[in-house]
Protein backbone atom coordinates (compact mmCIF):
# COMPACT_ATOMS: atom_id res chain seq x y z
CA UNK A 1 0.00 0.00 0.00
CA UNK A 2 1.06 3.86 -0.29
CA UNK A 3 0.19 6.33 1.47
CA UNK A 4 0.28 10.27 0.38
CA UNK A 5 -0.02 12.85 3.36
CA UNK A 6 0.02 16.58 2.34
CA UNK A 7 0.84 19.70 4.58
CA UNK A 8 0.96 23.22 3.85
CA UNK A 9 -2.70 24.28 3.76
CA UNK A 10 -4.26 27.32 5.72
CA UNK A 11 -5.99 30.08 6.14
CA UNK A 12 -4.21 33.55 3.74
CA UNK A 13 -5.59 36.50 2.72
CA UNK A 14 -6.14 37.26 -0.92
CA UNK A 15 -2.97 38.19 -2.69
CA UNK A 16 -0.98 35.45 -0.70
CA UNK A 17 1.25 32.55 -1.18
CA UNK A 18 1.52 29.68 -0.06
CA UNK A 19 2.79 26.11 -0.81
CA UNK A 20 1.68 22.49 -0.17
CA UNK A 21 3.87 19.54 0.16
CA UNK A 22 2.94 15.71 -0.43
CA UNK A 23 5.15 12.80 0.64
CA UNK A 24 4.28 9.32 -1.11
CA UNK A 25 5.90 6.37 1.33
CA UNK A 26 5.13 2.31 1.33
CA UNK A 27 5.43 -0.17 -1.11
CA UNK A 28 7.02 2.39 -4.29
CA UNK A 29 9.55 1.23 -6.95
CA UNK A 30 8.73 4.28 -9.19
CA UNK A 31 6.55 6.85 -9.84
CA UNK A 32 5.03 7.82 -13.04
CA UNK A 33 3.64 10.87 -12.29
CA UNK A 34 2.47 13.00 -9.45
CA UNK A 35 -0.56 15.69 -8.85
CA UNK A 36 -2.35 18.38 -7.92
CA UNK A 37 -6.31 18.58 -7.65
CA UNK A 38 -8.70 20.27 -5.90
CA UNK A 39 -11.88 20.49 -5.12
CA UNK A 40 -14.48 23.88 -4.23
CA UNK A 41 -17.32 22.86 -2.51
CA UNK A 42 -20.43 22.13 -4.63
CA UNK A 43 -17.95 21.88 -7.30
CA UNK A 44 -16.22 18.61 -9.04
CA UNK A 45 -12.53 18.13 -7.98
CA UNK A 46 -10.38 19.83 -11.19
CA UNK A 47 -6.70 19.31 -12.37
CA UNK A 48 -4.50 21.85 -10.85
CA UNK A 49 -1.26 20.23 -12.11
CA UNK A 50 0.69 17.02 -12.73
CA UNK A 51 4.60 16.52 -12.83
CA UNK A 52 5.49 13.36 -14.84
CA UNK A 53 8.66 11.33 -13.41
CA UNK A 54 10.91 13.27 -16.22
CA UNK A 55 10.01 16.43 -15.15
CA UNK A 56 6.96 17.29 -17.68
CA UNK A 57 4.12 19.43 -16.71
CA UNK A 58 0.47 20.21 -17.14
CA UNK A 59 -1.57 23.01 -15.63
CA UNK A 60 -5.15 23.27 -15.44
CA UNK A 61 -6.82 26.16 -16.58
CA UNK A 62 -5.10 29.07 -16.46
CA UNK A 63 -3.32 28.38 -13.62
CA UNK A 64 0.22 28.45 -15.00
CA UNK A 65 1.63 31.45 -14.03
CA UNK A 66 0.65 31.38 -10.44
CA UNK A 67 0.46 27.81 -9.99
CA UNK A 68 3.97 26.08 -9.95
CA UNK A 69 4.65 22.40 -9.65
CA UNK A 70 7.69 20.85 -8.73
CA UNK A 71 9.04 17.24 -6.92
CA UNK A 72 11.71 15.69 -5.27
CA UNK A 73 12.51 12.27 -6.67
CA UNK A 74 14.87 11.38 -4.00
CA UNK A 75 12.29 11.79 -1.55
CA UNK A 76 8.95 11.12 -3.31
CA UNK A 77 7.56 14.42 -2.96
CA UNK A 78 5.31 16.85 -5.31
CA UNK A 79 5.37 20.72 -4.33
CA UNK A 80 2.76 23.15 -5.16
CA UNK A 81 3.80 26.80 -5.33
CA UNK A 82 0.85 29.48 -4.75
CA UNK A 83 0.63 32.84 -5.87
CA UNK A 84 -1.62 35.62 -6.09
CA UNK A 85 -4.23 33.85 -4.32
CA UNK A 86 -7.94 34.57 -4.74
CA UNK A 87 -10.78 33.64 -3.06
CA UNK A 88 -11.72 31.71 -6.04
CA UNK A 89 -8.16 29.00 -5.14
CA UNK A 90 -10.35 27.87 -1.76
CA UNK A 91 -10.70 24.54 -2.03
CA UNK A 92 -9.50 21.13 -0.73
CA UNK A 93 -6.09 20.16 -2.35
CA UNK A 94 -5.62 16.60 -3.39
CA UNK A 95 -2.16 15.03 -3.90
CA UNK A 96 -2.00 12.02 -6.66
CA UNK A 97 0.56 9.21 -7.42
CA UNK A 98 0.93 7.02 -10.23
CA UNK A 99 2.71 4.52 -8.43
CA UNK A 100 4.42 1.26 -9.47
CA UNK A 101 4.93 -0.67 -6.29
CA UNK A 102 7.67 -3.52 -7.95
CA UNK A 103 9.68 -3.85 -11.46
CA UNK A 104 7.57 -4.52 -13.99
CA UNK A 105 3.87 -3.91 -12.20
CA UNK A 106 1.59 -2.04 -13.98
CA UNK A 107 1.03 1.96 -12.29
CA UNK A 108 -1.75 2.24 -9.68
CA UNK A 109 -3.17 5.85 -8.47
CA UNK A 110 -3.18 6.47 -4.79
CA UNK A 111 -4.77 9.52 -3.22
CA UNK A 112 -4.00 12.30 -0.12
CA UNK A 113 -6.71 12.93 2.21
CA UNK A 114 -6.09 16.29 1.53
CA UNK A 115 -5.44 20.05 2.90
CA UNK A 116 -7.69 22.83 3.06
CA UNK A 117 -6.82 26.16 1.42
CA UNK A 118 -9.43 28.84 2.46
CA UNK A 119 -8.28 32.61 0.62
CA UNK A 120 -9.91 35.21 2.46
CA UNK A 121 -10.89 38.19 0.60
Known amino acids: QVQLVESGGGLVQAGASLKLSCAAS????????MGWYRQAPGKQRELVAT???????NYGGSLQGRFTISKDNAENMVFLQMSGLNVDDTAVYYC???????????????WGQGTQVTVSS
Open 51 to 57: ISSGGRT
Open 26 to 33: GRIFSIDA
Open 96 to 110: NADVRPSIGAMSYTF
